[in-house]
């Protein structure tokens, strides 16, 4: 059965140090999403791409912050340097298209910055 | 904008109907739905309606929404303790894309 990809499933780290997460959506899907899920609340969204575009990053925290898609297949986000606060679950999800429809999520990548 | 509400916490017994509520902010909302998260997993996703529907049946789910009061609820008959989880709701909004928000998640303790 198809799945989203996720790796490192867990990450721990020292504040300052660089971290980064990979993601490998279904294939064929267009719209991949990154959310950070923090202990206790629902997911927030992060950054979204159509293809290799980024569609809407508004609460992407780009001083620290970055995502990209260059082939339009799998996804990086990068945080550098980690703050104690980027403590969560970094969830990817893969949509077919632009359309309204199922996202189908990975199961995470729990990042603990110490 | 965009708010996703739902209460915290519900607990019912083994064979009883759960029944799980949430408020959404924007009436431009396309699909809305309702998601399972089991402890350290990513979201599966239970089942979700069309805007322009008022009742969806999926087995042992019921899925009503008012859209006049923007509120969505998931009922679960004869409940589990399988079915001990977070249930998030969300909406998907169209802002020239498909954004999709989602509520803090309420879980469910199901008490054999």
């Known amino acids: 059965e198809a799945e989203v990809a996720q790796s490192p499933r867990y990450k721990i780290t020292e504040k300052s140090q660089a971290v980064a997460f990979w993601c490998d959506p279904i294939?064929?899907?267009?719209?991949l999403y990154w959310y950070r899920q923090i202990l206790g609340q629902g997911p927030e969204l992060l950054v979204q791409?159509?293809?290799?575009?980024?569609?809407?990053d508004s609460q992407l925290p780009k001083d620290r912050f970055s995502a990209e898609r260059l082939k339009g297949v799998d996804s990086t986000l990068k945080i550098q340097p980690a703050e104690l606060g980027d403590s969560a679950m970094y969830l990817c999800?893969?949509?077919?298209?632009?359309?309204?429809?199922?996202?189908?999520f990975g199961e995470g990548s729990r990042l603990t910055v110490l | 904008g965009e708010d996703v509400e739902q209460s915290l916490f519900l607990s019912v017994r083994e064979g009883d109907s759960s029944v799980i509520n949430c408020t959404y902010t924007?009436?431009?909302?396309?699909?809305l739905y309702w998601y399972k998260q089991e402890p350290g997993a990513g979201l599966q996703l239970l089942t979700y309606?069309?805007?322009?529907?008022d009742m969806k049946q999926d087995q042992r789910l019921t899925v009503l929404l008012n859209k006049k009061d923007k509120h969505l609820s998931l009922r679960i008959a004869d409940t589990q303790t399988g079915d001990s989880a977070i249930y998030f709701c969300?909406?998907?909004?169209?802002?020239?894309?498909?954004?999709?928000?989602f509520g803090i998640g309420t879980k469910l303790q199901v008490i054999p």
């Open positions: 999800a893969s949509r077919l298209g632009p359309a309204p429809g199922e996202l189908f």
């Open positions: 294939s064929g899907h267009a719209t």
């Open positions: 791409f159509q293809d290799e575009s980024v569609v809407d």
């Open positions: 924007d009436s431009s909302s396309t699909y």
């Open positions: 309606i069309f805007s322009n529907m």
């Open positions: 969300a909406e998907s909004i169209s802002r020239g894309y498909q954004k999709v928000t």
